[in-house]
């Protein structure tokens, strides 16, 4: 079956713009989670989603980065006034059942690059 | 705060070599212990450790979970250069996020 899909691959933004990153989970999983990877870092928690409802936002690094899942399906990342320091991989997984299935597939991924 | 720290950060190996990568983590509540492989952008999965499973074989790798050291190694024998990458190490615990490690990258020469 198909994997886990991100849109755009690439992305180049002009700072203080807002940018939309979308991501298509494997069917049937019901989580879903967005990372971020910087240049020579690891992967960064950023936000968790079970269904449609996200338990866990702690990795969310400012109010500006918000999170929506419709559908318990699609979900988009959005940041606002997009900064110099929020260029990075972005990284969606998912997975079938936290606690029962912890493996998470990640998609390739959507490199943003704000000047 | 849960944390994974890997080593080696960088290892260069000829073709042939057998290698160890090493992994230890303090997780609250820790539940399973996973090993990604990442070449250009995506990680992809190779192998979770947990209680209930702490040694896990596929081919030229395996992996070994000790829940007394809080560790993990992760062995490849007869290396290939396509084995190079970045290896990853994650942990998770009460939350369900994965916490990651910096990662070894590994180079495999001719």
């Known amino acids: 079956g198909a994997g886990v899909s991100q849109s755009p691959s690439n992305k180049v933004t002009e700072k203080g713009k807002d940018v939309e990153l979308r991501c298509d989970p494997i069917?049937?999983?019901?989580?879903l989670y967005w990372y971020r990877q910087s240049l020579g870092q690891g992967l960064e928690f950023l936000i968790y989603?079970?269904?449609?409802?996200?338990?866990?936002k702690s990795g969310l690094p400012s109010d500006r980065f918000s999170a929506e899942r419709t559908g318990g399906s699609v979900s988009t990342l959005t940041i606002q006034r997009t900064q110099q320091e929020d260029s990075a991989v972005y990284l969606c997984?998912?997975?079938?059942?936290?606690?029962?299935?912890?493996?998470?597939?990640f998609g390739p991924g959507t490199r943003l690059t704000v000047t | 705060e849960d944390k994974v720290v890997q080593s080696p950060l960088s290892l260069v190996v000829h073709e042939g070599d057998t290698v160890t990568l090493n992994c230890s983590y303090e997780?609250?509540?820790?539940?399973?212990l996973l090993w990604y492989k990442q070449e250009k952008k995506a990680p992809t999965f190779l192998f979770m450790l947990?209680?209930?499973?702490i040694e896990k074989k596929s081919g030229r790798l395996s992996s070994i979970l000790d829940k007394k050291e809080l560790s993990s190694i992760l062995n490849i024998t007869a290396t290939q250069t396509g084995d190079s990458a970045i290896y990853l190490c994650?942990?998770?615990?009460?939350?369900?996020?994965?916490?990651f490690g910096t990662g070894t990258r590994l180079q495999v020469t001719l």
């Open positions: 997984a998912s997975s079938l059942a936290p606690g029962l299935a912890d493996e998470q597939y």
């Open positions: 069917s049937g999983h019901t989580a």
């Open positions: 989603f079970q269904g449609n409802s996200a338990p866990d």
């Open positions: 997780v609250t509540n820790f539940r399973s």
């Open positions: 947990t209680s209930s499973g």
């Open positions: 994650a942990a998770t615990g009460t939350a369900s996020k994965l916490t």
